[in-house]
């Protein structure tokens, strides 16, 4: 199976802030990487697919990028509303797994 | 508007079975595969069954292969989750999702005695 290491576990940072979370892949998964934004008590939305492009509806500040077996999630200018768990999934190769999730506070 | 509403849950023994429904509209079912992703208390998500828009394959995770069936009648445009031999570990929220961009609001399954 695929391994998701999703860097960091948890992180706090100050509003207005440029925040990156982190997955690295064990192997080969192209561009089939899809992350996805949790609340307290809500399902997840789907933020970023296909590493790099933006979902409906998801605001500017967020962006999706890759280098090598590194996918990296970005927060241009961190806001209050921002405040949530972050997972990643790979959808290569079955079983699809999804990294460990970063949960994401204001300091 | 697309939307997913699952269905089925509750509290059961370890053992036991259960179903799970996902009824959809808003979008052509028939054109789209579907899965099944869950999510442990204060855990994080695991994807554990796909199915091809015409049923034509299906995939599972090794937690649930041989336990879980995922099946869909798009006549009623309703994904299924047959559930047997139900483990204290497979106590979770159920998602239905939609490729992966669309979630239904899950629906609790407690496996406990």
């Known amino acids: 199976d695929i391994q998701m290491t999703q860097s960091p576990s948890s992180l706090s940072a100050s509003l207005g802030d440029r925040v990156t979370i982190t997955c690295r892949a064990s192997?080969?998964?192209?561009?089939?990487l899809t992350w996805f934004q949790q609340k307290p008590g809500k399902s997840p939305r789907r933020m970023i697919y296909?590493?790099?492009n933006l979902a409906a509806g998801v605001p500017s500040r967020f962006s999706g990028s890759r280098s090598g077996s590194d996918y990296s999630l970005t927060i241009s200018s961190l806001e209050s509303e921002d405040v949530a768990d972050y997972h990643c999934?790979?959808?290569?190769?079955?079983?699809?797994?999804f990294g460990s999730g970063t949960k994401l506070e204001i300091k | 508007e697309v939307q997913l509403v699952e269905s089925g849950g509750g509290l059961v023994q370890p053992g036991s079975s259960l179903k799970l429904s996902c009824v959809a509209s808003g979008f052509t079912f028939s054109n789209y595969g579907m899965n099944w992703i869950r999510q442990a208390p204060k855990k994080g998500l695991e994807w554990i069954a796909l199915?091809?828009?015409?049923?034509?394959?299906?995939y599972y995770a090794d937690s649930v292969k041989g336990r879980f069936t995922i099946s869909r009648d798009n006549s009623k445009n309703t994904l299924y989750l047959e559930m047997n031999s139900l483990r204290s570990e497979d106590t979770a929220m159920y998602y239905c999702?939609?490729?992966?961009?669309?979630w239904g609001q899950g629906v609790m399954v407690t496996v406990s005695s």
């Open positions: 199915i091809y828009y015409d049923s034509s394959n299906k």
């Open positions: 296909g590493a790099t």
């Open positions: 192997q080969d998964i192209g561009n089939y």
């Open positions: 999702v939609r490729v992966s961009d669309y």
């Open positions: 999934l790979q959808s290569i190769q079955y079983p699809f797994t």
